[in-house]
Every structure is written in C-alpha cells, then in structure tokens.
C-alpha cells in the first residue's frame, strides 16, 4: 500500500471517528456534565458560538487535537468562521502542513495551533482571537489580571508576546511560520492565555467547549477591569488560591454556558 494511499485511510478514519462520536453525543442522555470526547460537530459549532459572540469576524479560529491522532488537529479551512459546515474541516500534522492538500488551505496563522500543540500535550484545543478589549493590555504596562471569579484562569499570569524580538524587526505581524509560531508558544508557556502585542491573544483549552467559555471571558475581563480602574482603587484582584477553588467549579461546570450558546445558534 502507497505512503499516499494509508495516509488517506489514516485521515478519513479519524474524520469517520469524530464524525461516529458526534452522532453517539447526540443520542445520549442532554447530561450536561457528561464529558464524551470533542467531535468534529462540536468544532464547527464552536465556530459559530465564536462570530455570534463577535470574538471572531472574517479572521481568528477555533482548532481541536485529532482525538484519534495527538499529532494532528483539525481546523477550518479559511472561511469566515460564522459560515463554516464540516466539509471545509482540514486535518493538519504539527508542523501545520495539510494532510491532504487537496482539500483547500489553511489560514495564515496556523503556525500557532501546530506549534502550541506540540508544546503542551495537556491542551486539545486553542482560540486565537482578535477580540478588541484585549489589545490595549497587549500595548500598555497593565497586566490583564482577574478581578471576577469567571476570570480564574488568567492566573498565574497572562504574558505578553513581542513579534519583533523573534521577526529581528518589522513583520506584518502575523504568526506565518514555525519559527514564530514556537517563540508564542514559549511565552504562553503552561499559562492559559497569551496575548500578542497590537494584535489579539491565545487561549487554550483541554476541550472545545472550554476554549470558547475561555476566550469569551478574557474578553468579559478585559472589560471589566477597564471599567473598574476608573473608579477609586486600589483595587481587589482574584486571590490566586481562589482562582484555583474557582476553576476546579468552572473547569466542568462551563457545559451549561457551553450547552446555552449552541443551543442558541441551533447546533
Ligand atoms: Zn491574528
């Protein structure tokens, strides 16, 4: 059999797989706390739960760690992610090539899936987004810190990545390759979130659902500590052995926002 040939069987098991495990969900008991593996229709419905909570426009995406293959992930090609079915799902490896090249390509910035998920095995799925509340703590000395308990998981820090320090000057500023897609990935380290500097963030997750509570409570974060810092401070941030009560809570208990939001956009 050619090398070509069983990469396809590969590649289209796996998509069968997911596919298999997300009509298996669907008949299962609405638990909500119930936690099967991520399928394929969850990724596409967390693409519309990311545009209709304008975290993402035309840009920014959503992947998911193959639940078959750790090596690889999946991940849209580039469509606007508000019009995205499971046709248009690639699977890429962890250098960020197409498996199948045939099948259309991926956004610019894939660099940033492949590389993260090769740095942390503990994370199956990663947002990046250009949601706008987040960029003025990317650019000012004010760190994005928690001051509610939805926030938890920005501790213990949210590091901020400089695109000059690894480009060696002026880029267009995208992740657009390994060598750039590493060097986030090193400053995200073992935190939850990044953000890149005059451009937007990451959030990674060990499941889908959790990556798009995440990523829209970075942004809820950044609001509210904007808001609260015009009011007389100091102010009272999130203990970190709070922050860690809190995410034992949220870290299971985000299925029923999770539920909510696709219920809302009929997925
Ligand atoms: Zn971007």
Redesign the pocket.
Known sequence: MSFFISCRIVLYSSIILAMAWGSASAQAPASSNANPPDTVAELVAANHVLAKLKLVDA??HITMRDPTNPQRFFMARGVPPVDVTEKDILVLDLDSNVIDKKAGSAP??KF?HGEIYKARPDVNSIV???SPTVIPFSVSKTPLRPIAHTGAFLLPAVPVYEQRTTAGGASN???SDQKLGKALADTLGQNTVAL?RG??SVVVAPKVGLAVYRTYFTEVSAQLLLQARQLDGPLTYIYPDEAALANDLRNTGYTRQWDLWKKEMGN
């Open positions: 840009f920014g610019l910035e940033i990046h987004s250009h500023m995208m992740i890149l451009h937007g």
